[in-house]
């Protein structure tokens, strides 16, 4: 089993920034692949930021709506996930799951069946 915790949510003004952290215990050495996941009401999951947490010279994977403003990066000694996010726009307004994938071959995927541990998630406002 593989425990996420997130933190770093809250309310910012548009073009403000954020830090998301997602803290992940358990089997951690059978993760392949961890990533971070918004989901609107009303709305699907989708993939915002993902990498290969194995092969260290894989390019991480980001939506086309956050590529340029939001940056993945992992503290690999202290099993930690980050997310900056930069230039925030209302419309990235959602909740932020950290997921974690322990398949093999998922590589930088942002799709969402591919993750079988997810966190509990963590609010972003963003206000106009």
């Known amino acids: 089993q593989v425990q996420l915790q997130e933190s770093g949510g809250g309310s910012v003004q548009s073009r403000g920034s954020l830090r998301l952290s997602c803290a992940a215990s358990g089997y951690t050495d059978h993760m392949y692949s961890m990533g971070w996941f918004r989901q609107a009401p009303g709305k699907e999951r989708e993939g915002v930021a993902v990498m290969d947490i194995i092969d260290r010279a894989a390019i991480p994977t980001y939506a086309d709506s956050v590529k340029g403003r939001f940056t993945i990066a992992q503290d690999n000694a202290k099993n930690i996930l980050y997310l900056q996010m930069n230039s925030l726009k209302p419309e990235d307004t959602s909740m932020y799951y950290c997921?974690?994938?322990?398949?093999?071959?998922?590589?930088?995927?942002?799709?969402?069946?591919?993750?079988?541990?997810w966190g509990q998630g963590t609010q972003v406002t963003v206000s106009s």
């Open positions: 997921a974690a994938s322990t398949l093999p071959g998922l590589g930088s995927s942002l799709h969402v069946l591919g993750y079988n541990y």
